[in-house]
């Protein structure tokens, strides 16, 4: 595909159900990140995947929060007994190798709201 | 003290005028990154800093590493330009992202 793309797009759910966010990064990105943005704020790092293996989780808030990527292409984020504090735009990023120089690229996001 | 801060928060213009965002920080970085955020869209890059300055059409990034900060400038501004702006922190592999400045250029 020409970008990353993340689906759903928008997800609504009641408080304690279980989600699934999917990422499809640009095809041959190593690297994938997925971030959480709050209204009004800027994104904050949850976890980073370099190939199949999650590099750097120290951002996941809490271990109701796990990510996955089993072939080191799409990625999954996995939330269960969402909290009304989960809601939040669902960034996923992916770039071509990973370290600082490297551009990542974003995809549109997914909007959770846990009612 | 948050890692990474950006002035101003809000920011409105008259098209034509000139735009200056500032972004401060104060730990060790390898790059610093200014992303554009439209209303309801993606982010999309604009900048990967290092050192020194850089230019792209209307857009101009600056760092002074000493100083620990960056600046983002728009000239000749346009409605267009309207999004928020936001610098990013580049430390090994993940970025820590300031709050964002949201830009409106007034027709």
């Known amino acids: 595909g020409a970008g990353v793309s993340q689906t759903p797009s928008n997800k609504v759910t009641e408080k304690g159900k279980y989600v699934e966010l999917r990422c499809d990064p640009i095809?041959?990105?190593?690297?994938l990140y997925w971030y959480r943005q709050s209204l009004g704020q800027g994104p904050e790092f949850l976890i980073y995947?370099?190939?199949?293996?999650?590099?750097?989780d120290s951002g996941l808030p809490n271990d109701r929060f796990f990510a996955v990527r089993p072939e080191g292409s799409v990625s999954t984020l996995k939330i269960q007994r969402t909290e009304r504090g989960d809601s939040a735009v669902y960034l996923c990023?992916?770039?071509?190798?990973?370290?600082?120089?490297?551009?990542?690229?974003f995809g549109p996001g997914t909007r959770l709201t846990v009612l | 003290k948050n890692e990474v801060e950006q002035s101003p928060q809000n920011l409105t213009a008259q098209e034509g005028e000139f735009i200056t965002i500032n972004c401060s920080y104060s730990?060790?970085?390898?790059?610093l990154h200014w992303l554009q955020q439209h209303p309801g869209g993606g982010i999309v890059s604009l900048f990967m800093l290092s050192s020194g300055k850089k230019k792209h059409g209307r857009l101009i990034a600056t760092i002074n590493i000493q100083e620990k900060h960056s600046s983002l400038h728009i000239t000749a501004s346009h409605p267009r330009d309207s999004a928020v702006y936001i610098c990013a922190l580049a430390a090994g592999n993940k970025l820590t992202f300031g709050g964002g400045t949201r830009v409106l250029v007034k027709p």
């Open positions: 990023a992916s770039s071509l190798m990973q370290g600082s120089y490297n551009e990542q690229f």
């Open positions: 995947f370099q190939g199949t293996g999650a590099a750097d």
């Open positions: 730990v060790g970085i390898s790059a």
């Open positions: 095809s041959g990105h190593t690297a």
